[in-house]
């Protein structure tokens, strides 16, 4: 359903629009990495989000603190062996059961530390809950950012506002590079457009790194 309606929206664009957008694309792009590496991080900005513009709504990265940080977030969960279901850290409280007089004499007397399933109310021990960790793959294409990092005040050093800004550049690049690519692919690698192909220019493709 969804790549119907970007199909529609495709054919509806002008075919001529197609190389324009490469060209300027390419621009941008040789601008965007110039400005990184000579530190001009507002020309860098301009680029890559001029870049961004180009770009049908459907194929844009979406540059949002708050989206990004749902999508990055580490998922940790501890599994219930009573009821099989996986509980987030948040909903999990650790405390110290004593022992009763016959675990006890089975234990050794020390406390066990347990929590409470919020599904089915019964006791785990945490020694024999399986805890996963779901973090997120590197490199992964999310279609999204969080907003660029700002300077604020002197509170946040040169130093490592130039480390921050460099690493949200390369890394929206990236995300740019990859949604450029799947643009491409949708639209100029069908055989009826092979003319139109070859007249796009790809040759910076291999050679910025
Ligand atoms: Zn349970």
Same mark, same amino acid.
């Given at each position: 359903?969804?790549?119907?309606?970007?199909?529609?929206?495709?054919?509806?664009?002008?075919?001529?629009?197609?190389?324009?957008?490469?060209?300027?694309?390419?621009?941008?792009?040789?601008?965007?990495?110039?400005?990184?590496?000579?530190?001009?991080?507002?020309?860098?900005?301009?680029?890559?989000?001029?870049?961004?513009?180009?770009?049908?709504?459907?194929?844009?990265?979406?540059?949002?603190?708050?989206?990004?940080?749902?999508?990055?977030?580490?998922?940790?969960?501890?599994?219930?062996?009573?009821?099989?279901?996986?509980?987030?850290?948040?909903?999990?409280?650790?405390?110290?059961?004593?022992?009763?007089?016959?675990?006890?004499?089975?234990?050794?007397?020390?406390?066990?530390?347990?929590?409470?399933?919020?599904?089915?109310?019964?006791?785990?021990?945490?020694?024999?809950?399986?805890?996963?960790?779901?973090?997120?793959?590197?490199?992964?294409?999310?279609?999204?950012?969080?907003?660029?990092?700002?300077?604020?005040?002197?509170?946040?050093?040169?130093?490592?506002?130039?480390?921050?800004?460099?690493?949200?550049?390369?890394?929206?690049?990236?995300?740019?590079?990859?949604?450029?690519?799947?643009?491409?692919? +949708?639209?100029?690698?069908?055989?009826?457009?092979?003319?139109?192909?070859?007249?796009?220019?790809?040759?910076? +493709? +291999?050679?910025?790194?």
């Amino acid at each position: 359903m969804l790549y119907d309606t970007i199909f529609v929206q495709i054919q509806g664009m002008p075919q001529a629009r197609l190389p324009d957008i490469n060209t300027a694309y390419v621009k941008y792009r040789v601008g965007a990495i110039h400005a990184l590496k000579s530190k001009q991080y507002n020309v860098m900005h301009g680029c890559l989000i001029s870049i961004n513009a180009l770009l049908p709504a459907e194929y844009q990265v979406v540059v949002s603190t708050a989206e990004y940080n749902v999508l990055a977030k580490v998922d940790i969960t501890y599994h219930c062996n009573n009821c099989e279901v996986d509980i987030t850290k948040e909903d999990i409280e650790v405390f110290d059961l004593i022992p009763n007089g016959m675990e006890s004499l089975l234990h050794g007397g020390k406390a066990n530390k347990v929590w409470s399933c919020i599904k089915c109310n019964k006791l785990n021990r945490l020694v024999s809950t399986s805890i996963s960790q779901t973090i997120l793959q590197n490199p992964t294409f999310l279609g999204i950012v969080p907003e660029s990092p700002s300077r604020t005040n002197g509170l946040m050093d040169r130093m490592k506002f130039n480390i921050e800004i460099e690493r949200w550049g390369w890394n929206l690049l990236g995300e740019l590079e990859f949604k450029m690519g799947k643009f491409r692919d +949708d639209n100029w690698k069908r055989g009826d457009n092979d003319d139109l192909s070859s007249r796009i220019d790809f040759s910076l +493709d +291999d050679k910025e790194s």
